[in-house]
Structure formats: C-alpha cells, structure tokens
C-alpha cells in the first residue's frame, strides 16, 4: 500500500471510528459531554502506533501527536459541549496559520507533508526532493504557494466548522462535521491540482526542470 493510500485509510478509521463511538455511546444513553471525551482520543491509537513503528518521530508525526494531546486536554477539561464541538475548529485555525506562518520558513508544510507522497516519482531522474529545492526556485515557490492555499482553505474551513458547532443540534454535528472532512479534502484535491498541473511540476519535460536536463 502506498503511503498516500495508507495516509488516507488511517484517516478514514479515525474519522469514522470516533464518529461512530460517539453515536453507539450516544445510543446506549451516554451524556454528550463523556461522549465527546471518550470518542476524542480514538485518533491517539493510530499516532501512537505510528510513532512506536517509526521510532523516530517525523514533522507530520509531530504535528499529529500535538493535535492529538491538546484535543484530548481540552475535551478533559472543558465542560461545555459546544466548546467541545468548537475545537476542532479552533484547532483546524491553528493548523492554517501553521500553513501561512511555514510559507516564508525554510521548508514550507506544503513541501513537507507530500514530500512523503511524490518524494521518487518527479523530476527528470526522480532526484531528491532536497536537490529540486536547492536547484530550482521556481520549485521552492511552487510549495510555498501551495502552503499558503492550505493554510487559506483550512481557516476557511474552520470559520465553517465553529459555525456548524454552535448553530446545529448537538448530536447532528459530528456527523456534518465528518463530511465536511470529506467534502474538504475533495475540494482541497481539486484546487491543488488545478494550481500544480499547470506548473509542469509532473512534467518531467516541462521548463520546471530545464536545469536539471541540461546538467
């Protein structure tokens, strides 16, 4: 399995699972509150075993792990339900200032996260993604563009998701919220292919990599 396909899968079972705990414990007569608590630290099990795998602990590892903490304090300690609802909201903005923040950092996010994904598979003799980012500038601005429509299409996304929070009957939420997720990321799908295509960046021929071919 591919990184992205298995990227994705792990998506999917911790979306989905903390979603449906949420709705059995619901069912069974669980207030919302303890609800929201023990379905919140489902997607701990993947990062954790992710982390015990690697043993070396990567960005995007990191970066989960801290999510992963935080929304677990924050649903032990806060009491207020649509708080609770809230926070992935408030998390998903820190996420996109992340984003905007990394855009004029060495390595911006955008870089780092696919890095995993296309690392092998581009360039004219699939060289090493630290090679294209010293030699090409225009790649270098490729994912600093990109970082900057992530971290514009998450806080968009989390304006939508603290609306959804504090506007919709409590028990309907999770369930929008999870296909928000899914609506996102196919929206998010499109705009970057929309903008990365055009760039000739899976273009081994394109000028992108004029340099590089005549090295």
Do not use: C
């Amino acid at each position: 399995m591919s990184v992205r396909s298995r990227g994705l899968l792990t998506l999917a079972v911790d979306v989905g699972l903390t979603v449906a705990l949420y709705y059995v414990l619901r069912a069974s007569g669980v207030e919302a509150h303890t609800a929201f608590v023990i379905s919140s630290f489902v997607p701990g099990v993947s990062v954790v075993s992710d982390l015990v795998r690697r043993r070396r602990p990567d960005r995007l590892g990191l970066y989960m792990t801290a999510m992963m903490l935080a929304s677990a304090a924050v649903s032990v300690l806060v009491d207020d339900p649509r708080l609770l609802l809230a926070k992935d909201g408030w998390f998903t903005a820190a996420g996109g200032l992340w984003f905007l923040v990394s855009a004029r950092g060495e390595r911006p996010l955008a870089f780092v996260f696919t890095r995993f994904v296309l690392e092998g598979r581009i360039g004219p003799n699939r060289e090493s993604w630290d090679v294209l980012w010293e030699r090409l500038p225009a790649f270098r601005r490729i994912w600093r563009v990109a970082s900057v429509m992530w971290g514009v299409g998450l806080l968009l996304d989390a304006v939508v998701r603290i609306v959804i929070a504090y506007a919709l009957p409590i028990d309907a939420v999770p369930g929008v919220n999870t296909a928000q997720y899914i609506v996102f990321l196919l929206l998010m799908q499109v705009a970057m292919n929309v903008y990365l295509v055009p760039t000739g960046i899976y273009n081994r021929w394109s000028p992108l990599y004029a340099v590089l071919r005549s090295t």
